[in-house]
């Protein structure tokens, strides 16, 4: 487990900062991944209970996790939920946790990427 959590760490340290950021166009998989994680924590919890005899306590290391994704989940949802609308009727992206508020980059850089592509 160590492992994974220092290969999560590399990870996280390579990923492109300047283009995390997410607008309303993502709820739909947000919700579905909120709906997934329910989804295995009942399957977890239901496991454990069937091979144990006892439920999974909220202290559990791995529940504890999952509680900590939906938390931040439903943190990003709610704020995606009450994003307005831009100028001209487009999408609005809103800032991750950590990355600073530099939108105005973040567009001129994504419009230019999608140029480049072509």
Known sequence: ????REAARVADRELPHRGMHDDPTFLPELKTQQARTQAL???RRQAFAARTGQQLGEDNVWLSGRRQEQDA???VIATLE????????GTRAVRGAGVPARTDVIA???AGSHRDAR
Do not use: F, Y
């Open 1 to 4: 487990m160590v492992h994974d």
């Open 41 to 43: 924590i009942d399957e």
């Open 73 to 75: 989940l439903g943190r």
């Open 82 to 89: 009450t994003v307005a609308p831009a100028e001209g009727g």
């Open 108 to 110: 001129a850089d994504d």
